[in-house]
């Protein structure tokens, strides 16, 4: 074992030797290889860098793997149970939606429907609806979408107001949708609820409110007055819906409390009667002793068990797959411009072991085994490969760190980007791939030199 160490120790240091000793020579090798190691040190870090901005504009919307979510529609009390239940319990949150609209009274929204500001060209021109007017967004085949009326009556002049998608939080939402701040702050649910709702809306919702001015005054569904809202920051949540987020115990102070009995067993038609929005119940993984908690008291309040669905977010498995064949297509471009490297190496190789006759036939006459002078020659090429490899790490990291600097303004997502440490250990691998592939034909050359040889000198 010492015998099998003390070689190896002696052919990378000969190898480096013989580097040192052929310094342009080994420049020139490094040269061919480097554009090979560093498109397959690109290819890896730019696919793990689209996975993670891929994975992260998921969990914007959809919440982050593991996440375990569950519906609640809203039989008799079980709204009133479920916020009861979790809130200001770690991991776990809630929301519910609501139509609002910000703005002038008794007018049409500037954007009917929560539509986004960018499609407002696409609206029917000269119609005009009133507040008790539902609206549903509808997608053409070319993803263009604009809002259509349920009930068109009851007309009313467009005016200075602006609706969104209120979304009512109960704890917390960012532990499960890390949204992106943008400016301002994120709401505090740590007082006491305020009668005057703090609001955060999301860029999309921003455009509209930075292009119009509008009085501070929300109208919701079924609300005993309309209160007046605060904005106190924006956010990035991936969405392009006019969209705003707000406490709901906030909310609740302005929507009268639900009268609706509950549902019991004996009455089936009872057990049918929902009043409000449903809830979208989110738990945190390893949190399934305040789900099952959660469970027992709704159903013991007479909820259909069947009602109660619970989905597990796994968004990475629906583009894992497809990034994976991507990935292999642009590895496999890029292996072949790294076999231009190593064709270089082993084209270096062969002819530094034919000018290198004597010397390692002088070697093998002294008793040198031909195993270590096939490991002076692969230790070479190894050595060059892992050199050239190193370089081609440390040009792809600075490139990662200029994008991001220089493209981070106006691309956020690119703000936390950094280097992949698994594009690192690949551009590794390929430079010792490339010294093996490269070396093994010149280390098996240098092994049968005979020792005659020597008589030439």
Not at 348 to 369: D, N
């Amino acid at each position: 074992m010492m015998r099998l160490s003390g070689r190896f120790r002696s052919a990378l240091i000969i190898g480096f030797q013989g580097i040192r000793a052929r310094k342009m020579r080994t420049f020139l090798s490094m040269i061919s290889l480097f554009l090979g190691v560093l498109a397959v040190v690109t290819v890896q870090a730019g696919a793990e860098t689209v996975r993670t901005l891929r994975l992260a504009d998921v969990e914007l919307q959809q919440g982050r793997d593991g996440t375990r979510v569950m519906y609640v529609q809203p039989f008799g009390d079980a709204t009133k149970i479920t916020k009861e239940t979790i809130a200001g319990r770690p991991g776990a949150a809630a929301t519910y939606g609501l139509r609002a609209i910000i703005g002038e009274p008794r007018v049409r929204p500037i954007n009917p429907g929560a539509m986004p500001f960018e499609h407002l060209d696409q609206m029917d021109g000269g119609e005009v609806y009133g507040p008790e007017t539902r609206f549903e967004m509808q997608c053409d085949d070319t993803g263009a979408c604009r809002p259509v009326p349920v009930n068109a009556s009851a007309a009313l002049p467009k005016g200075a107001a602006i609706e969104v998608q209120l979304v009512a939080l109960v704890n917390d939402v960012r532990q499960f949708r890390p949204f992106r701040p943008v400016a301002g702050t994120f709401l505090d649910f740590s007082g006491e609820p305020s009668y005057s709702p703090r609001l955060v809306i999301n860029k999309a919702a921003a455009v509209g409110f930075a292009k119009y001015r509008v009085p501070a005054e929300m109208r919701l569904d079924g609300a005993t007055a309309n209160p007046t809202p605060r904005i106190i920051g924006v956010v990035d949540d991936g969405s392009s819906q006019p969209t705003a987020y707000a406490r709901a115990d906030e909310i609740d102070n302005w929507l009268p409390a639900a009268t609706a009995a509950p549902p019991t067993p004996a009455d089936p038609k009872a057990a049918m009667m929902i009043s409000g929005p449903s809830l979208e119940v989110s738990f945190a993984p390893g949190n399934g002793e305040l789900e099952a908690l959660l469970t027992r008291k709704l159903i013991a309040a007479g909820v259909p068990r069947e009602s109660l669905h619970v989905d597990e977010r796994n968004a990475r498995k629906d583009f894992e797959q497809e990034l994976a064949i991507l990935n292999a297509i642009f590895l496999a471009m890029a292996g072949l411009v790294l076999l231009i490297g190593v064709a270089g190496i082993l084209n270096v190789g062969l002819a530094t072991v034919g000018e290198r006759v004597e010397e390692f036939a002088l070697r093998r006459a002294v008793g040198t085994p031909r195993i270590l002078l096939a490991g002076i020659v692969l230790a070479e090429t190894l050595l060059t490969g892992l050199l050239t490899a190193g370089a081609a790490i440390g040009t792809a990291a600075a490139g990662v760190s200029v994008a991001t600097q220089v493209l981070g303004d106006r691309i956020p997502q690119l703000r936390d980007v950094s280097f992949p440490w698994q594009a690192g250990v690949a551009g590794v691998i390929a430079g010792l791939i490339a010294g093996i592939l490269g070396g093994s034909i010149p280390a098996l050359r240098a092994a049968r030199i005979p020792i005659a040889t020597v008589m030439r000198a």
